[in-house]
């Protein structure tokens, strides 16, 4: 086992708390070691022998392990978690976890390391040993069977405190650089699904290349774990890569800020942590919200963000943002049911009787009528939520009250979608308005529940009442109108102009503008609307769809990881994920932009000028039987993956260094890539 295990293999600080996390963070170091050459290709197999059988045993022992195409060389790597990890053993939690990996074929080199290993693990010597080891050199020494001496270890403990010694004698300056340095971010967008997700990786991997420790708290659409206070504390500064307000922002005061969109976070990490350390080092510190201040807020976004200090229409797009996130649930689930409740009993299931009142066990019509009205709920509060959140992002908690009560007030007057959102803006500013008043300290604690919520919500009642909401409505009729009114070349023209939306940025704010356009209509659904519904959806589902099938018909074309990314494209795909395509984009945007963009315009008029309808706000293929004009709608989304294909294929090829002209290991070299684009 002497060539299996370095120190750089070695981490004594497992941070992990799932058995995935542990693979991944302990085959990350095999990835710098240059010992597996595919990450993600590595931990799927790695996954994929962990579903046969679970790896653990008893004494909390972890030996997550497989053979594998991406492994170069038999290696091994240990972790030792502080908490525990699950990997199925009888008696709890492991504590100790070793990653085993070996090539493709080499059956020898995986059952020696696995049975020398579990030989070794029987002793408990050697397993308390593992658990009271300080070094990773020393750790990783005894994992191999050597047994250092004491006196070099005793040599390099003295060398340690002598050179300890000088460093303090000279005014500390090599301990402090020998202090890594630490940001802590937050990263969020308006779904909370992929590009939350995305950043969070893409900054955690530049700092690691970067020598920088990064702590990444993602507010995805899973709710969001709370960075450690310990770990704010120390952080040197701050990075928010975010489309919608932070949370809880207070934490953050006093600290270097980079504040940036979420697409940031993904394309240029290693811009971002550069900036960081140069913010630090000339001390600028951010203007955070002020817990003590009028508002009284423990954790107000009212102030201070670098989003605050802004362009205004990055602001505005900032607030909107977050209200259609917390939307999008609420559209998703109630637009699902209410489609799937035609799907079983029709249209004419909308003027069922209250289930309340009514239900037979044994039919179809009452189950389809219950999950209609049960749809119907959630859409009812579609407007509050949209107004309530965005009053949240501009003001926080105290907001949420004149933002729920404007939007309802929006329904009340039929000011529908764009009454929403005037709502939770006007909600937003009064709240901002108020909490700039200076008042007497013992005031402050009731000003977020009692004072601000009681102001705003006359405020902006009587606003959307008696002075904007009835212009409002004209507004949204004469939408509505437009909409249902809109055939032949106006259709197709706006068909083109969402899917190029759809298209352009991939999940991006043009992406979420079009998508909110759709979403908004169903609040309030018409033939006209749906038809947008459906446009958007069928576009959206192109980039991943054409970049997988680009993949499979030109596989010289893409590096080995575009075509593995390739084949989950096909899913993501289908199931109007446009992110799937980001990925590519990333990598060659001058040709895979232009390319989906295209495809989209074409499905987008095909969409409209064919008449699809759509009730259902996601789900792509897989709601298929509840689009109107389904037969045509899925040749409008074929059209648009051919066109977008065929351009990228093109477009790819015309380069002047063809990957095909290197081979397969050209196509599989990224940097070769890179340089040919």
């Known amino acids: 086992m002497s060539e299996l295990i370095t120190a750089e293999l070695v981490d004594l600080d497992l941070s992990a708390t799932t058995k995935d996390a542990a693979a991944r963070s302990l085959a990350e170091r095999m990835v710098a070691a240059h010992r597996v050459t595919d990450l993600d290709g590595f931990l799927a197999d790695v996954a994929a022998r962990e ?53 493709a074929g080499a059956d020898d080199d995986h059952l020696t390391i696995l049975s020398g290993l579990a030989r070794r693990l029987m002793d408990p010597e050697f397993t308390a040993a593992l658990r009271a080891g300080t070094d990773p050199r020393t750790v990783a020494a005894l994992i191999r069977g050597e047994e250092p001496s004491e006196e070099p270890e005793q040599e390099r403990v003295e060398a340690g405190n002598q050179e300890k010694e000088q460093t303090e004698a000279a005014g500390g300056t090599e301990a402090a650089e020998s202090v890594p340095f630490r940001i802590v971010a937050v990263t969020s967008c308006p779904t909370g699904i992929a590009h939350t997700y995305m950043a969070a990786e893409s900054l955690a991997a530049a700092g690691r290349a970067e020598g920088v420790e990064v702590t990444v708290e993602t507010q995805g659409s899973a709710g969001f774990k709370k960075l450690d206070p310990a770990v704010v504390a120390a ?3 701050v990075i928010w890569a975010h489309d919608v307000e932070v949370r809880e922002k207070a934490r953050f005061r006093g600290k270097p800020l980079v504040d940036v969109g979420v697409k940031a976070g993904i394309n240029r990490p290693a811009e971002l942590i550069a900036e960081a350390r140069r913010k630090a080092e000339r001390g600028e510190i951010a203007t955070a919200p002020d817990t003590d201040s009028a508002s009284g807020s423990g954790d107000g976004d009212s102030n201070g963000s ?49 289930v309340a009142d009514h239900f037979v066990w044994g039919e179809a019509d009452s189950w389809a009528a219950l999950l209609n009205q049960i749809g119907s709920a959630a859409f009812g509060f579609l407007v509050p939520v949209l107004a309530g959140y965005i009053a949240y992002g501009m003001a926080d908690r105290p907001a949420l009250v004149p933002g729920f009560v404007g939007g309802a007030i929006a329904l009340t007057v039929n000011a529908g979608f764009l009454g929403g959102l005037v709502a939770g803006l006007l909600a937003g500013a ?83 503008v079009a998508y909110a356009f759709a979403v908004g209509g169903l609040a309030d659904p018409t033939p006209g609307s749906l038809k947008v519904m459906a446009a958007v959806m ?80 996601h789900g792509g293929v897989f709601v298929v039987p509840l ?49 040919a684009a």
């Not at 492994?71 to 053993?89: C, E, H, K, M, Q």
């Not at 009692?450 to 902006?460: D, F, Q, R, Y």
């Not at 018909?553 to 446009?578: C, H, M, P, Y």
Request: glycine share 12%; aromatic share 6%; net charge neutral.
């Open 51 to 103: 579903a046969q059988m679970p790896t653990g045993l008893d004494g909390g022992i972890g030996i997550p392990h497989c053979r594998s195409e991406h492994v170069n060389a038999p290696t091994l790597a240990f972790g030792r978690s502080g908490a525990g990890i699950d990997f199925g053993a009888a008696d709890g939690p492991a504590d100790l976890i070793f990653l085993i990996a070996a090539p």
């Open 538 to 617: 069928a576009a959206g589902m192109v980039p991943p769809l054409a970049m997988a099938l680009a993949t499979t018909v030109r596989r010289r074309l893409f590096t080995k990881t575009e075509r593995e990314n390739g084949r989950a494209a096909w899913v993501l795909g289908a199931s109007f994920i446009t992110e799937g395509a980001i990925p590519f984009a990333a990598a060659d945007p001058l040709r895979v932009i232009p390319s989906v963009m295209a495809g989209g315009a074409v499905t987008g008029a095909l969409s409209m000028a064919f008449g699809a309808t759509l009730r259902a706000p």
């Open 430 to 512: 009064v709240v901002m308005a108020v909490q700039r008043v200076p008042v007497h300290a013992t005031l402050r604690g009731i000003m977020p529940v009692l004072v601000i919520p009681l102001i705003a919500s006359a405020t902006v009642g009587f606003l959307m009442f008696i002075v904007v909401g009835k212009p409002i409505a004209s507004l949204q009729n004469a939408l509505t109108d437009w909409l249902n009114g809109l055939s032949g070349s106006n259709a197709v023209i706006l068909g083109v102009v969402l899917g190029l939306m759809m298209c352009f940025d991939m999940g991006g704010p043009l992406n979420k």
């Open 306 to 354: 670098g989003a605050d200090h802004a362009h205004f229409g990055v602001r505005l797009r900032t607030y909107l943002m977050s209200g259609v996130s917390y939307m999008v649930p609420f559209v998703a689930a109630g637009g699902l049911l209410i489609a799937l409740s035609f799907a079983i009993g029709g249209y004419e299931i909308a003027s069922a009787k209250s």
């Open 235 to 237: 952080a040197d500064a």
């Open 627 to 675: 689009i109107g004009e389904p037969f045509l709608y899925l040749l409008a989304i074929a059209a648009g993956t051919l066109v977008a294909t065929a351009l990228v294929v093109l477009l790819k090829g015309a380069r002047r260094t063809a990957p095909e002209a290197a081979g397969d290991a050209g196509a599989d070299d990224p940097s070769r890539v890179t340089a």
